[in-house]
């Protein structure tokens, strides 16, 4: 993990303190990054790949992340679609790679033969890649020693189903005999998908199963798993960006485009009252979906969830 300047360390501090003293997250410390809705795959549970939105000019998706380095975010997620069909790729993440933030990047694998991998190390954190039945390639987990010789930290994210909770063990396991990490996150029920969304009390038993018998594997925080078993348990702690610089908020599943990071400072809208309602809707939402970004973001509020979010990273 990089060494950010102090300075971003205390802002964090005090946008958090900040989030305390108003009983609401205002400020936000990580996002995704949407930066194509273009993808290889059709996954069934996903309806990115349906959307149209246009991608940004790299101009563009560079000014998206300079507004986001002079914002309390201190984790950037660089997502789709797949980012790897975007052949500008290399200047984006050298971009953002000079920022004062983390970056991780989420790739479903199909496109890394094709790519300079080991150069797009250089500028990643940590790299993610989905690997579970519905991206189609479990045949990765084969290739995780060679995923780790790309340099960043490795991650594997994997995607359960109410049908492929019961498979999740030996997935696990490969990545605990790899001394890798994962991230196990339940597939939500999004807009115009069919409902794969598994048992949430059957899916968080299973983790905190999993989380003993592998140590130091799943990252998956704690307060995730208790957080969508509320009755409301999401956060504007986290927010998602679209491919072209709109701001989902309160949150991808029931926000608007209030928003665009290409124009003025993010900051200065998340005081707006616009942002203030937005942010009572989210409160008052029933419709609990387990979004994992949105579930997972007491990690950074929490003691115990940001040690069970960590402590793979630290005790490995």
Same mark, same amino acid.
């Given at each position: ?17 900040? +989030? ?6 205002? *400020?936000?410390?990580?996002?995704s990054f949407k930066v ?17 939105? =246009? ?20 984790? /950037? ?21 000079? #920022?004062?933030? *983390?970056?991780?990047f989420t790739t479903n694998?199909?496109? /890394? ?12 954190? *940590? ?16 290739? /995780? ?16 189903? #109410? ?17 890798? @990490?994962?991230?196990?996150? =339940?597939?939500?029920?999004?807009? !115009? ?10 899916? @968080? ?10 140590? +130091? ?18 956060s504007t702690s986290s ?7 709109? /701001? ?30 937005? @942010? ?7 419709? !609990? ?14 003691? @115990?969830?940001? *040690? ?9």
């Amino acid at each position: 993990m990089k060494k950010l300047p102090l300075s971003k360390y205390l802002q964090t501090v005090r946008y958090a303190a900040a +989030n305390y003293l108003a009983r609401e997250s205002i *400020y936000p410390f990580y996002a995704s990054f949407k930066v194509t809705h273009i993808c290889s795959l059709k996954c069934d549970f996903c309806n990115v790949w349906k959307e149209k939105t =246009p991608d940004l000019s790299t101009k563009d998706a560079c000014r998206v992340i300079d507004n986001i380095a002079q914002s309390s975010i201190i984790v /950037l997620s660089l997502e789709g679609g797949d980012p790897l069909v975007r052949k500008d790729l290399g200047e984006i993440l050298k971009h953002a790679s000079q #920022k004062p933030f *983390y970056l991780f990047f989420t790739t479903n694998g199909h496109l /890394l033969d094709k790519r300079p991998m080991t150069e797009y190390g250089k500028y990643i954190d *940590y790299l993610h890649i989905s690997i579970d039945e519905g991206h189609g390639n479990l045949a990765f987990f084969d290739r /995780l020693p060679e995923f780790q010789s790309y340099g960043p930290e490795i991650c594997i994210q994997i995607v359960v189903t #109410k049908d492929t909770l019961s498979a999740l063990e030996a997935k696990v396991k490969r990545v605990y005999e790899m001394n890798a @990490r994962t991230v196990v996150m =339940p597939a939500c029920h999004l807009d !115009n998908t069919d409902d794969y969304y598994p048992d949430p009390e059957k899916f @968080r038993d299973e983790i905190i199963r999993l989380k003993k018998k592998y140590p +130091n594997t799943i990252t998956t925080p704690r307060g995730f798993l208790d957080n969508i078993n509320k009755e409301h348990g999401c956060s504007t702690s986290s927010v998602i960006i679209d491919s072209d610089g709109g /701001l989902f908020y309160p949150c991808r599943t029931v926000g608007e485009h209030l928003y665009n990071f290409t124009q003025g400072s993010f900051m200065e809208f998340l005081k707006t009252s616009e942002a203030q309602t937005a @942010r009572r809707a989210m409160s008052d939402c029933a419709r !609990n979906c387990g979004w994992y970004q949105y579930f997972a973001t007491d990690v950074f509020a929490s003691p @115990r969830s940001l *040690y069970s979010s960590l402590s793979p990273y630290l005790l490995k």
